[in-house]
């Protein structure tokens, strides 16, 4: 069966502090896919990024980054001098190629203070 | 691209009514999804079609709750007999061939009161 655990339920920074969301997933498959999405309060999920099972590469996009360990299960995401507009819910969620479907972790609440 | 749209953005509801929300997903997807979103059990999958077809309900709550896919740019979910542990926000997604990522509606917040 598949899991994803974000154990930081809430995070408050202030703005311009860099932070952290960690995630760490459990599967059996070799082949699988993890994602992180973007829920603002306004509600809607906004796709950030995939990463498939064989690329351990760490990217970056302006100010986020991602870091994939197999070895650790965990793929991290960081905002770099956060802004208040990156307040919103966090989720990781990851699928593999036989079950399309996304597993999402619970979630973690990103507050950026001005 | 108008991307998934989802029908109503609200609804409100007495218990025991049936409720049906409805879905567009981006032209050209053929895979679609239902998911739901509580407090309680966060984001979780209730079904999802491959080119129209079912292809996983285990999800599904209970017999209250049917999904249909009439053609490739309609869906339907439907709760019959609606109940207050259904309230909860409905999210339609829809990926491409080849692809994982979905891309979700703006989902419906369902109140049954």
């Known amino acids: 069966a598949q899991k994803v655990t974000q154990a930081q339920t809430e995070i408050s920074v202030v703005e311009k502090e860099d932070v952290t969301l960690d995630c760490v997933y459990e599967?059996?498959?070799?082949?699988?896919?993890l994602f992180w999405y973007k829920q603002p309060p306004s509600g809607e999920l906004v796709f950030l990024i995939r990463?498939?099972?064989?690329?351990?590469q760490n990217e970056i996009s302006g100010r986020y980054s991602w870091n994939f360990q197999k070895s650790t299960s965990s793929f991290n995401f960081t905002i770099t001098a956060s802004q208040v507009v990156d307040s919103a819910v966090y989720f990781c969620a990851l699928s593999d190629t036989g079950r399309r479907a996304l597993t999402f972790g619970s979630g973690t609440r990103l507050q950026v203070q001005p | 691209d108008a991307g998934v749209i989802q029908s109503p953005r609200h609804e409100v509801t007495e218990m025991g009514q049936e409720v049906t929300l409805r879905c567009k997903p981006i032209?050209?997807?053929?895979?679609l999804f239902w998911y739901r979103q509580t407090m309680m059990r966060g984001l979780e999958l209730l079904i999802y079609f491959n080119n129209n077809v079912p292809i996983d309900d285990s999800g599904m709550p209970e017999d209250r709750f049917s999904a249909k896919m009439p053609n490739a740019s309609f869906s339907t979910l439907k709760i019959q007999p609606s109940e207050p542990r259904d309230s909860a926000v409905y999210f339609c997604?829809?990926?491409?061939?080849?692809?994982?990522?979905?891309?979700f509606g703006q989902g419906t917040r369902l109140t049954v009161v």
């Open positions: 990463r498939n099972s064989f690329d351990e």
């Open positions: 599967t059996r498959d070799t082949t699988y896919y």
């Open positions: 032209s050209g997807h053929n895979s």
């Open positions: 997604a829809s990926t491409p061939g080849g692809a994982y990522e979905a891309f």
